[in-house]
């Protein structure tokens, strides 16, 4: 409910209704929840969390939320929360250690049996440590290494998952994980990371054509996307927004939608970089977009800025600025419902009918609490502006929330709190918030 000038509690309108066949669900990854770290192989993020400072709270995931042995609970949170889909990752690590393959096909099933479809991410960050030692995605042969394990998973899962993500945000894994050095593998190469780029985008390609020959028929990718609104209208401003743009927004959705990088890119990037792109453009038969936030860029002002936990070097062409006038996360993130609205006809008028059904992949916040009313704001706020893109023409297909339980929020550890469910660190007790039962609410009103 909002509140008038008096402090009067004010119902909130009923959220329109979205058109039938709509896809509600809600997010998790593999490395986040799932715990039992001595149960698989080694992961980029398991060599990364062994280092001093790395992590802001010294926590690793190793038993995260323990989903692995607890699964089964957390299942039938989902069942009661009424969603009609799970989108969850399968650890690459994991598959490849003795049996490890096997608690997928118990988690499937058990999803499966609570009425819930299975949403399968194949890539969420967590290269196996052994194919880092032999160069990880600045090397096009993990790009192929990539396929054989999609082939493996889909071989596996495919009788009972329909629905398929190759890779979670190639662009922050790229920038954060390969550029910057904030998150694992802690490279920090600045541009000299687009080759990790373009290899990742390569194994996307090369994952949708052996989720092809599997005979998947429902098969995207998860970009993260948000506007970049430049700090004034002066040239150096305009410019450096743009670049980011690039950077974060064309540079990945190009290839993909358009087969082609924006200019002055593909001279840039290793190989054979044409041949590669027919790979990189496989048709796909839904665009996933993982939005939080928009972003004010301006030129750069020779000094290195911390900006939501990530350190932003002098030497970038570009520097991050505050949104001022808007409410932040707990996380410090501005909430821009409406810059959503605004992505999502963007991407409409941009890529016009080279752009496939859109699904929301990811969407939420950082709030403490387990009475989390400012997380149903947010919520609230976004899904009104998803519907009036949809209102706008643009073809969107499903909505999942990030996340469903507060989980091992990467280089923040603990500290960040996503989920519409409480987990307790010391004894691992699950508590749905406030949101959760709104959301429950929302599910339940949208199907009348």
């Keep these: ?49 062994d280092g001093p400072g790395r992590v802001k709270d010294g926590s690793t995931a190793a038993v995260a939320c323990d989903h692995y042995h607890r699964y089964r609970e957390d299942v039938a949170l989902l069942a009661d ?6 989108r969850f990752s399968v650890s ?52 192929a290494r990539f396929a054989e394990y999609v082939s493996l998973v ?17 662009a922050e894994h790229t920038l954060l994980g390969h550029a910057l050095g904030t998150h694992a593998p802690g490279e920090r190469l600045l541009f000299d990371a687009l080759p990790a780029a373009h290899h990742q985008l390569l194994a996307h390609g090369l994952g949708v ?33 743009d670049f980011y743009d690039l950077l974060l927004n064309r540079l990945f959705a190009d290839p993909v939608l358009l087969g082609r990088y924006p200019d002055g890119i593909a001279e840039l990037m290793p190989g054979e ?60 993130w501005p909430v821009v419902p409406e810059a959503l609205t605004e992505l999502l006809t963007a991407f409409h008028d941009r890529y016009g009918d080279r ?8 969407n939420g916040c950082s709030y403490e609490g387990v009475e989390d009313q400012a997380r149903i704001t947010f919520l609230d706020g976004h899904i009104r502006a998803l519907h009036r893109a949809i209102d706008a023409g643009v073809d969107v297909r499903g909505y999942f929330v990030w996340s469903l339980m507060d989980n091992f929020e990467w280089a923040e550890g603990y500290a960040r ?3 519409l469910v409480h987990v307790d660190r010391a004894t691992l007790e699950r508590t749905p918030k406030a949101s959760y039962a709104w959301l429950r609410g929302v599910l339940r009103a949208q199907r009348g």
């Design 81 to 86: 929360l009424g969603v009609d889909a799970y």
């Design 92 to 143: 690459w690590p994991r598959t490849r250690s003795e049996g490890g393959a096997d608690f997928y096909d118990r988690l499937v099933d058990e999803v499966c049996a609570a009425g819930v479809r299975p949403v399968v991410t194949l890539y969420h960050w967590d290269l196996p440590a052994a194919l880092q030692e032999s160069g990880g995605w600045l090397r096009r042969d993990t790009a």
């Design 209 to 241: 054509q052996a989720l092809r020959a599997a005979g998947a028929t429902d098969v995207g990718i998860a970009n993260s996307h948000g506007p970049t609104w430049p700090a004034s209208r002066e040239q150096p401003d305009v410019e450096a927004a």
């Design 154 to 170: 889909a071989d596996r899962l495919g009788d009972r998952v329909s629905k398929w993500i190759t890779l979670n945000e190639p």
């Design 355 to 362: 752009l496939p059904p859109i699904v929301i992949t990811e």
């Design 1 to 49: 409910m909002a509140t008038d000038t008096t402090g009067t509690r004010i119902p909130t309108p009923a959220i329109p209704p979205f058109p039938a066949g709509f896809l509600w669900g809600v997010s998790t990854s593999a490395h986040q929840i799932e715990g039992a770290a001595d149960l698989r192989e080694r992961s980029v993020w398991d060599v990364f969390t």
């Design 273 to 332: 970089v044409e041949a590669d792109l027919k790979t990189i453009a496989e048709p796909i038969d839904f665009y996933g977009v993982n939005y939080y936030a928009p972003t004010r860029v301006g030129a750069p002002q020779g000094t290195e800025i911390d900006f939501g936990g990530v350190r932003m070097p002098a030497e970038l062409p570009f520097s991050v600025r505050e949104i001022e006038g808007v409410p932040v996360t707990d996380f410090g």
């Design 417 to 419: 709190r996503f989920g």
